[in-house]
């Protein structure tokens, strides 16, 4: 069963959100316990739009820092 999140709602349509993931991981297998929860929209179709949206986004990102990284400063004489 899938509980509401308080306070956050889809970017998309503005629905409540759901839960859809709960884990716990500990930074590098070590230390403090990291509680992840992953909520989605409650509308699957909508949900498919924003991730793609969201995949988009990550991939302009990582092409403008590889850009960025190709970028050489010419030493002046």
Do not use: N
Request: net charge positive; glycine share 6%; hydrophobic share 35%.
């Amino acid at each position: 069963m899938m509980q509401k999140l308080a306070d956050s709602v889809c970017i998309r349509c503005g629905k409540i959100r759901v839960y859809s993931k709960k884990w716990v991981d500990r930074a590098e297998g070590k230390g403090t316990q990291i509680t992840h929860i992953e909520a989605v929209c409650p509308d699957s179709e909508c949900q498919k739009i924003v991730d793609e949206k969201f995949r988009l986004m990550r991939e302009r990102r990582e092409l403008a820092e590889s850009r960025k990284k190709g970028i050489t400063i010419a030493k002046a004489k």
